[in-house]
């Protein structure tokens, strides 16, 4: 999960996973009435984290993230495909593969092709594999099927290697999800990546992808954000929808 987005953004030369499951999640119980400029309006204070994970990982989706480094126009386009059914690591699961084309200025720099796999019902993740990257996937905690707003755990380590042999371990993180409100029928679901365990001081630095989602878990907006050292301290790079 990690592993693609931050090559994306190694790309650009900053630093060194079906359909929804709508589980019927819409409960009274969890909205709230706030009161807007004479207006009332509902306040949803949980939210379908499984659901929206599987929106965001298995479900087929197209989008294009924007920044602006030094005056150039950076573009990178996402493009998620279900593959169904397929073996990995001994094991029979589902897959998804992600295309990420990155522009600079209206020309192509750099594509990526990845590929995650995880099970369904419920969520659980076992790896990524690319190019030059075997990553493995060990999940400590279950996603929740709904949490409030405030909540975070964190949910799985990474194991990454360069090829299926697994002689010669590269990285390992700690990945973890959290949940804040954006509005007050919406809130940012984020997944968080550690810097690489491996190193005493790791130059990629850390990667948060956050998510806009709604009450059903929809996605309606999205960002990634990679913070990493440099000599003048820590810098971070943001990619949005606009």
């Known amino acids: 999960m990690k592993i693609l987005?931050?090559?994306v953004l190694l790309a650009l030369g900053l630093s060194a996973c079906t359909s929804g499951l709508n589980d019927g999640l819409n409960n009274a119980a969890n909205i709230k009435q706030v009161n807007r400029g004479g207006q009332t309006?509902?306040?949803?204070?949980?939210y379908p984290v499984e659901t929206a994970m599987v929106n965001i990982y298995a479900k087929a989706s197209q989008e294009v993230l924007y920044t602006t480094i030094d005056e150039m126009k950076v573009s990178v386009a996402f493009d998620l495909i279900p593959k169904g059914m397929v073996t990995f690591a001994g094991k029979q699961v589902q897959a998804s593969e992600m295309t990420s084309v990155t522009t600079i200025n209206n020309q192509i720099v750099d594509k990526s092709i990845g590929m995650n796999y995880f099970t369904l019902e419920p969520l659980v993740f076992y790896g990524f594999t690319s190019d030059d990257e075997y990553?493995?996937?060990?999940?400590?905690?279950?996603?929740?099927?709904?949490?409030?707003?405030g909540a975070s755990s964190t949910f799985l380590t990474e194991n990454v290697y360069t090829d299926s042999n697994k002689r010669k371990k590269v990285s390992r993180y700690m990945q973890g999800w959290s949940l804040a409100q954006a509005t007050p029928n919406t809130a940012w679901l984020c997944i968080n990546?550690?810097?690489n365990l491996l190193l005493a001081s790791d130059p990629d630095g850390t990667l948060s992808e956050c998510y806009r989602i709604t009450e059903n878990g929809d996605?309606?907006?999205?960002?990634?954000?990679?913070?990493?050292?440099?000599?003048?301290?820590?810098?971070?790079?943001?990619?949005s929808r606009g």
Request: net charge negative; aromatic share 2%.
């Open 5 to 7: 987005a931050l090559g």
């Open 41 to 46: 309006e509902k306040l949803v204070t949980q």
């Open 135 to 149: 990553s493995l996937a060990t999940q400590t905690a279950k996603i929740p099927k709904l949490a409030n707003v």
């Open 193 to 195: 990546s550690s810097e």
């Open 219 to 239: 996605i309606v907006d999205s960002s990634i954000e990679n913070s990493y050292p440099t000599e003048s301290g820590i810098e971070t790079m943001r990619l």
